[in-house]
T-cell receptor
Framework: SQQGEEDPQALSIQEGENATMNCSYK?????LQWYRQNSGRGLVHLIL?????REKHSGRLRVTLDTSKKSSSLLITASRAADTASYFC??????????FGTGTRLTIIP | GAGVSQSPSNKVTEKGKDVELRCDPI?????LYWYRQSLGQGLEFLIY????????KSGLPSDRFSAERTGGSVSTLTIQRTQQEDSAVYLC????????????FGPGTRLTVT
């Protein structure tokens, strides 16, 4: 079962623009993670934010977490063609199973 | 170092046949997970192994699905009497006990049941 919804389901932007994806979840969490998936195969871990954190940065990635609203956002700044992929939020981990959101398909137009 | 590997990368099988999918986790990772990704269902948890503890099988969709992990390392997911709805990408992941929860995924096995 899916933990929650992500929006938008699909997003197309010009190279160089910023991309923002949102994720909502249903249960209390210890942390929330974002993963990227290229070509429908293996997922790559991008960033993890703990429940007591509100914002976290990693390179061109910025993640926010609002536990009162049970939501998170992923911002990719200065997008590149190589950022084209599907992005998933996930809750759980910490040696527990991950429960994924529905994903956002991001297309960067050169 | 080597990441998670899975084999085969693609498998086409006839309905009713049994299939075995293999996962080699990252060396030293105590936790191993199987997930399934299909068009209609998104990413679904199947089963989780942690060290020598009894596995969490709560995500297995039917008794045709089983998995084992030998020697705390390699895992095999077996699907008996395959059905067309079993067609999906099967993903394996591993994680370290000392980690915060990041999971490291293999490239997946794309299973097609004809």
């Amino acid at each position: 079962s899916q933990q929650g919804e992500e929006d938008p389901q699909a997003l197309s932007i010009q190279e160089g623009e910023n991309a923002t994806m949102n994720c909502s979840y249903k249960t209390s969490i210890n942390n929330l993670q974002w993963y990227r998936q290229n070509s429908g195969r293996g997922l790559v871990h991008l960033i993890l934010i703990r429940s007591n954190e509100r914002e976290k940065h990693s390179g061109r990635l910025r993640v926010t977490l609002d536990t009162s609203k049970k939501s998170s956002s992923l911002l990719i700044t200065a997008s590149r063609a190589a950022d084209t992929a599907s992005y998933f939020c996930a809750t759980g981990g910490g040696n527990e199973k991950l429960t994924f959101g529905t994903g956002t398909r991001l297309t960067i137009i050169p | 170092g080597a990441g998670v590997s899975q084999s085969p990368s693609n498998k086409v099988t006839e309905k009713g046949k049994d299939v075995e999918l293999r996962c080699d986790p990252i060396s030293g990772h105590t936790a191993l997970y199987w997930y399934r990704q299909s068009l209609g269902q998104g990413l679904e948890f199947l089963i989780y192994f942690q060290g020598n503890s009894a596995p969490d099988k709560s995500g297995l969709p039917s008794d045709r699905f089983s998995a084992e992990r030998t020697g705390g390392s390699v895992s095999t997911l077996t699907i008996q009497r395959t059905q067309q709805e079993d067609s999906a990408v099967y993903l394996c992941a591993s994680s370290a006990r000392t980690g915060l929860g990041e999971q490291y995924f293999g490239p997946g096995t794309r299973l097609t049941v004809t």
